[in-house]
């Protein structure tokens, strides 16, 4: 099976963009939102009623992905007005969003396609779906267990119950997603090629989308700075486009994809996302990627460019001079700087109260937590687990760190990070099984692009923003093409012996 470029069309490109628009015009006008959010599901169910599951999942992603997700990023107040999109609805709240996944779920298991995986090659794949199934098992199991155990005095508190039906909630969002992904790839062929040509038509959406709503006016708030980009949150992947040229399938295109890379990395330079420290470390990532993934000339090129634009960067005043008119973007870089130094021990002095500090004084707390109940070590705590505030060194007060029932209790759930998250709720196996998925991750980015952004999902946002599930599909379209040369392999042999 060969992959291809040449089927990306210009219609679902525009209807991507008007979409991300539409959501985005949402903010001001909530009734355009929740009608676009409302034809979003029409189509979901329709599909599925119809029992092209493959179609539904591909709408899911579409307006899943194109959803404005975070209220204060949208309108730079927290804790102010809900915003509607095909995440969030009047009424039916979060629960339609569940609801479709969970319906998609039922058709697969009682039309038994979830046998197709245990026939399937793919080990990386395999293994994804089985992590998948032991973080929903295992999860809820170590949640009971804590919470019969009243683990840090939540029984019975109000708070916490709400919080319990919220991170269940995220949690299953994202083992659906995955997990019907893993099985409609496995067991439609033709799968693999829609999927494919959905996610890259989203990631060339945004550059008509970024370059309109900065245009029409739209701005994105974060950290009192209200000239950031308003657009989805997956345009955070959007570096990751410059990876894909070099890859076979994507040759016949790769002038559109640099010039789209080109011009979403010029955006974001002028109008920040939200997400402005991971931006810096994600392209870091990406071009590490870039080298391991070339041939040795072109790579070592690559790194000798690199080695010699971060020695600029860091040694004179170049930051300073581009990111001057942008504060927000500078502490960003800073932050992002301090972060790689500290983990390479040239710095042992993190920027005190900078969100790379705040990241690992949780890590700290959380390793704390562990010494004082090691019988939760191995398997964590559990999809509601908890943790305790044991350091003084910073402050988890700020408005931007928890919510202000976990600080009025002193019992801090929902935690930043994939690796903190992971470790609290799965412990050492969760650690391992991150790992084992990362490296599986690491060996198909030399035959998939998607794997690049499914690993840079799997860093940063697990359990994080369901827009950005979009990394999650993406690592399990990565995984699933780089073997599918084995995967066709074995089939023609077994053909062959029948």
Not at 214 to 233: D, E, H, K, V, W
Not at 472 to 477: D, G
Request: aromatic residues 16%; contains cysteine; hydrophobic residues 50%.
């Amino acid at each position: 099976m060969k992959l291809s470029a040449r089927n990306i069309q210009i219609a679902p490109i525009i209807f991507d963009t008007i979409l991300m628009l539409l959501f985005i015009l949402g903010v001001q006008l909530p009734i355009v939102g929740i009608i676009t959010g409302v034809l979003g599901y029409i189509l979901c169910l329709f599909y599925i009623l119809n029992k092209d599951l493959c179609r539904s999942f591909r709408f899911y992603t579409i307006f899943l992905t194109a959803s404005i997700e975070v209220s204060y990023f949208a309108t730079g107040v927290r804790d102010g007005q809900t915003v509607y999109s095909f995440i969030v609805l009047p009424y039916v709240t979060i629960y339609m969003l569940f609801g479709i996944n969970f319906f998609m779920f039922l058709i697969i298991a009682c039309c038994n396609w979830n046998a197709n995986v245990k026939n399937c090659q793919n080990k990386g794949l395999i293994f994804l779906y089985k992590a998948s199934n032991y973080m929903m098992i295992v999860g809820l199991l170590m949640w009971l267990i804590t919470y019969l155990l009243n683990d840090n005095n939540i029984f019975g508190q109000s708070w916490y119950h709400t919080m319990t039906v919220a991170e269940v909630y995220r949690m299953s969002i994202l083992y659906f997603t995955v997990h019907n992904a893993i099985v409609l790839l496995v067991t439609n062929k033709d799968f693999c090629k829609q999927l494919e040509v959905t996610l890259t038509n989203l990631l060339f959406s945004l550059v008509p989308a970024g370059l309109l709503a900065t245009l029409i006016g739209f701005n994105g708030y974060r950290a009192g700075q209200s000239n950031m980009l308003m657009l989805p949150l997956y345009a955070f992947f959007a570096f990751s486009l410059f990876a894909f040229p070099q890859y076979k399938q994507f040759r016949d295109k790769k002038i559109v994809f640099y010039i789209c890379a080109i011009a979403m990395f010029g955006l974001m330079i002028i109008r920040p996302t939200p997400l402005g420290g991971k931006w810096f470390l994600s392209i870091v990532f990406v071009l590490a990627l870039i080298i391991y993934t070339s041939s040795p000339i072109y790579g070592l090129t690559m790194l000798s460019l690199g080695m010699v634009t971060f020695v600029f960067l860091t040694q004179t005043e170049a930051i300073s001079y581009i990111f001057g008119a942008d504060s927000y973007l500078l502490l960003k870089y800073n932050e992002a700087s301090e972060l790689f130094s500290t983990l390479f021990g040239k710095n042992e002095n993190v920027i005190s109260g900078s969100s790379s500090s705040f990241r690992l004084d949780e890590l700290i707390n959380i390793m704390y937590e562990y010494a004082s109940k090691p019988g939760y070590i191995i398997f964590g705590k559990g999809i509601v687990g908890s943790t305790l505030h044991h350091t003084n060194s910073l402050s988890w007060d700020g408005a931007g760190s928890f919510s202000a029932v976990q600080r009025e209790a002193g019992v801090y759930i929902r935690v930043h990070e994939s690796i903190n998250l992971i470790f609290l709720k799965y412990g050492i196996v969760g650690l391992f099984g991150m790992a084992k998925i990362i490296g599986y991750g690491i060996k198909s980015v030399k035959k998939a692009p998607w794997a690049v952004i499914g690993i840079l999902w799997l860093l940063f946002y697990v359990g994080v923003y369901q827009t950005l599930l979009f990394g999650a599909i993406a690592l399990v379209l990565g995984l699933y093409q780089a073997n599918l040369d084995n995967e066709y392999e074995l089939c023609s042999r077994k053909n062959e012996r029948e």
